[in-house]
């Protein structure tokens, strides 16, 4: 008799677990997740890569992941240097999980990506033999190593790979570019064609941009690792703006290891802001999930009703200080001005030559304290492009802007107070606004650029952004529609896409990488110019 029931059971607990279905071409939205992800500390590349993969694979594993249609890892949190992998052609959609010519963590991973029936990005240092590459392709060694995305389908094949093109930092002595970037895309069952690149390429037109404005691709993968800087370059911060002003949905995953600057995920939907999105002041590990709707459906969706809770002015409030944040050097050549400690309204014009910037706004008094620290305020407008990203490539920016600074000197803006200070808000504003006319150019984001003591952009229910074309220029503004007592930042930041090379202090047979192209055409240019007009004049005399 025992027998019968145990069967009941047993077909009642797998009657009761949920089945789960995969999105349809035809849903209006589909289910993704990223994680962010403490990388392993362990002593060598081979136990952190052990560490690493058992990690993701618990996660893949997990309910987290029951009826998901794509999940993101973030950069460079699984294999090192010591370990590169072969990564497949996408061309011969080929399974590592049934072809096991490739490393063990990519085998493994793409096992886990057909066992949960999901696709599944992520991020591998790779290499690669590259004799039968074009030679401006192919490092001297014969083997490539590249920073890459990998995207598994539901049966665990790889689909699509993305080579990194806008390296960071020391990534230049030990990682190869493709000479020009390539423009990762690929089609789901579900009805969206995804792009995807890495961290720092979302700074530059190409190929980040391009999948956007010349592909009209409208959901982006983006895994990182990303160093954030103040007061416009923090992670949450540039990926909200992002994905806001390019309309399009961005998965950011970013690996979490906030004390060395990195830190900061979400899921973002466009014009309708962020579904989901955190950073942190402790290592996290952590899966975010959103229902993210297709923009061809958009029409009918409606965003989820967020309610901001009622603005109370409060002297003292939360505030991060164990990120470690960068500052932004750009700031010392912006035309700036320092704000009186006490002010309660602004009414200024501040202009970097031609271009010029309106402020205006109003402050409360909050309550007085002399043991309290407070930010000092700045406006600044900026114009140019002398500025770099991070002292790492050129840049073009066009910023108005109100920022924060630690005390009146300009190199304390971009600063936090350290961990152990105590931060009074002295007054709060009721209102801020923020305008400027940003001259057309071919290649252009104009983006929000908010970010609070918690290292978060203001959410889209907390100011107004208004953009109307003009001729020549756009005039932009960006107001509060809510007080705020916390601000770090608040303006508008431009990005023109400068496209100046550089040679990242790299030896001559290097030059012919992708980023340094572009000033090797220049400088030949010159060249020609300069012996034209020689032989010219010798021709003349
Ligand atoms: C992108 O959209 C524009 C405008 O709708 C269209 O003209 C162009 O052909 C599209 N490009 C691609 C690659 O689909
Ligand atoms: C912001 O200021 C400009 C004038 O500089 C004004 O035209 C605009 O309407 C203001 N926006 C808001 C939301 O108050
Ligand atoms: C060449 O340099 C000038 C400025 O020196 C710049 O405006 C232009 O965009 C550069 N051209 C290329 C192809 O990089």
């Known amino acids: 008799m025992g027998v019968p029931i145990w069967t009941t059971l047993l077909l009642l607990v797998l009657s009761t677990r949920k089945s789960w279905q995969i999105s349809l071409p035809s849903d209006p939205t589909y289910q993704a997740a990223i994680v962010e992800f403490v990388p392993s500390q362990a002593a060598t590349s081979k136990m952190r890569l052990k560490e690493n993969l058992a990690a993701m694979t618990e996660i893949i594993a997990s309910d987290q992941v029951d009826g998901l249609d794509i999940l993101v890892f973030p950069e460079y949190v699984l294999n090192n240097m010591d370990m590169k992998t072969y990564v497949p052609d996408p061309n011969d959609k080929i399974s590592p999980c049934e072809t096991t010519n490739y490393d063990y963590f990519l085998t493994t991973l793409s096992c886990a990506a057909r066992s949960r029936n999901i696709y599944l990005a992520i991020n591998v240092v790779e290499k690669q033999l590259c004799a039968d590459s ?44 493709l000479s020009k970037p390539e423009l990762a895309t690929f089609e789901t069952d579900f009805g969206v064609t995804f792009g995807h690149f890495i961290c720092f390429d979302m700074l530059f037109y190409e190929p980040a941009l391009m999948l956007v404005k010349e592909l009209n691709i409208t959901d982006i993968i983006y895994p990182t690792y990303w160093f954030s800087e103040l007061p416009f370059l923090t992670s949450v911060q540039l990926q909200e703006g992002w994905a806001y002003s390019n309309d399009v949905n961005l998965l950011a995953a970013d690996s979490s290891l906030p004390a060395m600057q990195n830190t900061g995920s979400g899921i973002y939907a466009g014009k309708f802001g962020r579904l989901t999105a955190v950073i942190h002041e402790e290592p996290t590990t952590v899966v975010l999930r959103a229902e993210v709707p297709k923009v061809a459906y958009r029409s009918q969706w409606s965003p989820p009703t967020t309610v901001q809770p009622m603005f109370v002015p409060k002297l003292e409030t939360p505030r991060f200080s164990r990120i470690g944040l960068l500052r932004d050097y750009n700031v010392d050549l912006f035309t700036t001005k320092l704000l009186d400690e006490d002010f309660t309204d602004i009414s200024e014009k501040v202009c970097h030559g031609q271009f010029c910037c309106q402020f205006s706004g109003k402050r409360t008094f909050i309550s007085g304290s002399n043991t309290l620290s407070a930010y000092r305020y700045r406006l600044v407008a900026y114009d140019g492009s002398e500025t770099t990203f991070q002292q790492i490539d050129p840049s073009e920016l066009g910023v108005c802007a109100i920022i924060t600074c630690t005390n009146a000197d300009l190199s304390s803006c971009g600063r936090i107070f350290p961990e152990g200070v105590r931060v009074g808000n002295k007054y709060y504003f009721n209102s801020l606004n923020v305008t400027g006319s940003f001259r057309h150019a071919e290649r252009r ?94 021709f003349l005399k």
Request: aromatic share 12%; glycine share 6%; charged share 15%.
């Open 134 to 177: 074009l030679p401006e392709d192919c490092d001297e060694s014969g083997m490539n190593t590249y920073n890459t995305n990998v995207v598994f389908d539901r049966r665990g094949r790889v689909i699509s790979r993305y080579r990194k093109s806008h390296l960071y930092r020391y990534e230049w002595y030990n990682t190869n570019v």
């Open 445 to 538: 984001l104009i983006m929000p650029s908010t970010v609070d003591a918690r290292i978060m952009p203001l959410s889209l229910s907390q100011f107004e952004f208004e953009e109307i074309d003009g001729d020549s220029s756009t005039w932009v503004s960006i107001a509060l529609t809510t007080p705020n007592a916390d601000l770090l930042t608040f303006g508008i930041y431009a990005n023109y896409y400068s496209q100046q090379g550089t040679r990242h202090n790299l030896d001559p047979p290097n030059w012919q990488s992708g980023a340094y192209r572009t000033a090797a055409i220049n400088v030949s240019g010159g060249l020609l110019i300069v012996v034209l007009y020689l032989s010219i004049t010798i």
